[in-house]
C-alpha cells in the first residue's frame, strides 16, 4: 500500500481558489498521478491527470481553470483551481499508478464552493 495524502481542501466562495496538494509516500513505480472528484449522489469522475512526461489532461469542465502539476524532488502532486464554481464541490481523490491503472488512493479531502 502507498499512502497518498490529500490537503488544502476548505470552503471558499465561487470565484475563488484553493490549492490541492497530494504527498506520495513510498518506494513504488508509478507513471500517471491524477485528481479525480465525486459529488454527493454522483459518481466519482476525473479531473485532472499528469504522466511521467509531464503531458496533462483535463475534463473539459475544468480546462482553463485548474492546473495539475507535479514536483519529482518533493514527490507530490498539486491539484491548482482557479474560478471554482459551486459545481465543483466534491470530495477531491489523488490517485497514481502504472498507465492506464490507478493502484492507489487518497482518502480524500471535501472542497466547498459556496455561491
Known amino acids: 500500500q502507498v499512502p497518498l495524502v490529500e490537503s488544502g481542501g476548505g470552503l471558499v466562495q465561487a470565484g475563488g481558489s484553493l490549492r490541492l496538494s497530494c504527498a506520495v509516500s513510498?518506494?513504488?513505480?508509478?507513471?500517471?498521478w491524477g485528481w479525480f472528484r465525486q459529488a454527493p449522489g454522483k459518481e466519482r469522475e476525473f479531473v485532472a491527470s499528469?504522466?511521467?512526461?509531464?503531458?496533462?489532461f483535463y475534463v473539459d469542465s475544468v480546462k482553463g481553470r485548474f492546473t495539475i502539476s507535479r514536483d519529482k524532488v518533493k514527490n507530490t502532486v498539486d491539484l491548482q483551481m482557479n474560478s471554482l464554481k459551486p459545481e465543483d464541490t466534491a470530495i477531491y481523490y489523488c490517485?497514481?499508478?502504472?498507465?492506464?491503472?490507478?493502484?492507489?488512493w487518497g482518502q480524500g479531502t471535501q472542497v466547498t464552493v459556496s455561491s
Open positions: 499528469i504522466r511521467w512526461n509531464s503531458l496533462t
Open positions: 490517485t497514481t499508478g502504472v498507465y492506464p491503472r490507478y493502484d492507489y
Open positions: 513510498g518506494g513504488t513505480f508509478s507513471t500517471h
